[in-house]
């Protein structure tokens, strides 16, 4: 009786260090996006206010 006992704990005992999955985690790719800016008049836009700004001081 003592032996099943024994072989029971030990049975149990033995199938928790197995739980769980064997194979390492996945993990997700980061993906890094970056934007640009697509308008070509982006850099015109500073001279004209400067353009406004002194004709509307020379007037």
Known sequence: MKKIALAAA???AATTAFAGNPLPPMMDDVVIVEETTSSSSSGIVIPLLL???VAAASS
Request: no cysteine; hydrophobic share 85%.
């Open 10 to 12: 030990l049975s149990v």
């Open 51 to 53: 353009l406004v700004l």
